[in-house]
């Protein structure tokens, strides 16, 4: 597997920007410099990234989730 990661990628398997194999790989976003651990989607090239909120869910029970603007680097996590 190549080190390069998707410009975007989501962890819904509903999303078209799904992707199990790199997922279970490990997958860390650094937003704005500090580690985010509760994201749900990012997008390098637009600098986003959806954040879960809590434990809260919507009425299809999928996570509340909230955009947030701002520099985006994605980096496989080293195995432990």
Same mark, same amino acid.
């Given at each position: ?7 975007? &990628?989501?962890?819904? !398997?509903k999303? !078209?920007?799904?992707?199990a194999?790199?997922l ?5 976003? &650094?937003? @704005?410099?500090?580690? @985010? ?13 959806? &954040? ?7 009425? @299809? ?6 955009? &947030?603007?701002? !520099? ?6 080293? !195995?432990?």
């Amino acid at each position: 597997m190549s080190d390069t990661l998707p410009d975007r &990628l989501s962890v819904n !398997p509903k999303s !078209p920007y799904y992707d199990a194999d790199l997922l279970q790989q490990g997958i860390g976003i &650094l937003f @704005k410099g500090v580690e @985010k651990t509760n994201v749900e989607e990012y997008c390098v090239s637009e600098g986003w990234v959806r &954040l879960s909120v809590g434990n809260t869910v919507d009425r @299809k029970g999928n996570p509340m989730t909230i955009k &947030l603007q701002g !520099p985006v680097e994605p980096f496989i996590r080293a !195995p432990e």
